[in-house]
């Protein structure tokens, strides 16, 4: 059984930090593209976020420079670090993990809201 773990959201003040982490089970997480989806209320899922097994990372324009993913093979985790957070990245976040080659699948976490609000 795959699972998917969301930690690390809340609320925090406009320019905060927050680390949302994702524990992975059930995959070979070293070969899995992992990343973060954002979905804000009455909008569509959107990209934060990728790193894909052979370490290469990817990041939306809206969260560049602000944001960090990084991963732990050896904990089977994917971190998302979000550094002066407007209250435009409040949002649920979702992590996803992804195989391209075979078998394929896609799996999803919860999600985890994150608020950024005075």
């Known amino acids: 059984q795959v699972r998917l773990v969301e930690s690390g959201g809340g609320l925090v003040q406009p320019g905060g930090s927050l680390r949302l982490s994702c524990a992975a089970s059930g995959i070979i997480f070293s070969r899995a593209t992992m990343g973060w989806y954002r979905q804000a209320p009455g909008k569509q899922r959107d990209l934060v976020a990728t790193s894909t097994s052979g370490g290469s990372t990817n990041y939306a324009d809206s969260v560049k420079g602000r944001s960090t993913i990084s991963r732990d093979n050896a904990k089977n985790t994917v971190y998302l670090q979000m550094d002066s957070l407007k209250p435009e990245d409040t949002a649920v976040y979702y992590c996803?993990?992804?195989?391209?080659?075979?078998?394929?699948?896609?799996?999803w976490g919860q999600g985890t809201q994150v608020t950024v609000s005075s």
């Open positions: 996803y993990a992804r195989s391209l080659v075979p078998p394929l699948y896609t799996y």
